[in-house]
């Protein structure tokens, strides 16, 4: 599937026992495909947004829809709702270490029972993309930071989700390779064309998204 409208209308978050609510009354429209980066400064709710938006986490009141599709109540139809619309990609990628590259790739299928033929194919030609096509067999333990990363962006696409959700996924690389890992990103984003939140606190790369969203400013 590709990218459809993110709307996140009047959302109202509080975490239980804290004294000031994260989100109170927060609306966001991301356009279908758009590559939009997500700022502001520690704290302010960026990953408490991807986390709503992902069906990982809940609120209190106010809506999140993806198309025509609301982000639902129940435990049991976020993660089906995850499975068919979300790709998530964090800072540090927790790839199965007793499985290869291509293995964590294929794992969201292999989860539905639903590798076809097909389906290799796709990864394969994911591997070529994101430059590891001669690393499918390796272990993560014998992967550098970068090839890491880029095997974590990988398997965030591999259901072809609507949503890519990034939070820093270059913020524990050194500058040069997060750079490169930030090349890929686009070259993939402009690829496959999901809805992408990406947060980060690198002005300079979030200057090199299509739009720019500043949580905490009034
Ligand atoms: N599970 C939780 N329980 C209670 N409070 C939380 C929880 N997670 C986050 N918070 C609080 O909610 C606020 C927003 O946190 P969040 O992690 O979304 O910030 P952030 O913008 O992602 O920050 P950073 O840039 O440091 O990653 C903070 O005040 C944080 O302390
Ligand atoms: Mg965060």
């Not at 960026?46 to 938006?53: A, R, W």
């Not at 398997?155 to 930030?182: C, H, I, Q, S, Y």
Request: include cysteine.
């Amino acid at each position: 599937m590709i990218g459809q409208l993110l709307r996140i209308e009047d959302l109202h978050k509080t975490y239980p026992g804290a004294e000031h609510p994260v989100f109170d009354g927060f609306s966001l429209d991301v356009e279908a495909g758009c590559l939009c980066a997500l700022v502001g400064v520690s704290g302010v709710g960026k990953t408490t947004l991807l986390n709503c938006v992902a069906g990982l986490d809940r609120w209190e009141s106010g809506a999140i829809r993806i198309g025509e599709e609301a982000v639902p109540d129940s435990a049991e139809a976020r993660s089906l709702y995850r499975r068919h619309h979300v790709g998530l990609a964090f800072q540090l990628p927790h790839l199965l270490p007793e499985f290869t590259v291509r293995e964590n790739l294929e794992m969201p299928f292999r989860i539905d029972g639903a590798l076809t033929a097909e389906r290799e194919e796709w990864i394969s030609e994911l591997l070529a993309r994101i430059g590891l096509a001669d690393y499918a067999d390796r272990l993560p333990n014998q992967l550098s930071g970068g090839q890491i990363a880029r095997v974590g962006l990988a398997r965030a696409l591999v259901r072809r989700p609507a949503l890519w959700l990034l939070d820093e996924p270059t913020g524990n690389l050194d500058p040069a390779t997060a750079d490169e890992v930030f090349a890929l990103l686009l070259q993939l984003h402009e690829e496959l064309r999901p809805t992408t939140l990406l947060v980060t606190h690198n002005p300079e790369l979030a200057g090199r998204c299509e739009r720019t969203v500043r949580l905490g400013a009034h």
